[in-house]
């Protein structure tokens, strides 16, 4: 964000931040639950605000039109997506996109994690604690989402189920890696 403002084509700088450093927030926000990336989602909102600012040579922005930069294009904004508003969105579609795959590939764990987000007092895990209230928040604001056990993977298709080593002591006669035929 600090060396954006430097780069002499104003085009170029503002692409960059649309298209690069604005967005790079959102790996991050996928992978880790919403309550420990809420003062991260903030700083880098309060930077991308401030880039803006510089890239227009202004000291700082209205609330006004740090709200329509946040729209998206096609809604008359500059499409610079908030890291805070969509947190709880990127997780949740983080773990709905590898659920199909944890389901196939590791079924005992991936059973735990359905029994945890589906108790009726709330999740134990942390995670699917997480997990359940990004749910709720996204259901609440009105967004139509499928139920965990019936999320499909990416081709609609099931994922073929990888083989469970066999371990007898320190060595597993059934998989080829065993260390003793």
Known sequence: FDLLPTVPD??????LLLYCA????????W???????????????????????ALLQLPSLPEEAVLRAK???????????????HAEAAYWASWADCLPAMRSRLPDLAAVLQAHL?????????????????????????????????L???TGQRLPTLPTPCVVGSACRLQPWCPQP
Do not use: I, M
């Not at 104003?10 to 692409?15: C, G, K, R, T, V």
């Open 152 to 154: 499909p993977d990416k």
């Open 31 to 53: 992978g880790v639950r919403p309550e420990l990336s809420e003062e991260f989602a903030d700083q880098h909102d309060k930077s991308v605000s401030q880039c803006l600012a």
């Open 118 to 150: 589906e108790l009726p007092g709330g999740a134990v895990l942390p995670s699917a604690r997480s997990l359940a209230d990004a749910r709720a928040l996204l259901v609440e604001a009105g967004a139509d989402l499928p139920a965990w056990d019936s």
């Open 22 to 29: 604005s967005p790079r927030v959102h790996y991050a926000l």
């Open 71 to 85: 729209l998206a294009l096609r809604h008359g904004g500059l499409g610079l997506r908030s890291a805070r508003a």
């Open 10 to 15: 104003l085009q170029s700088a503002w692409l």
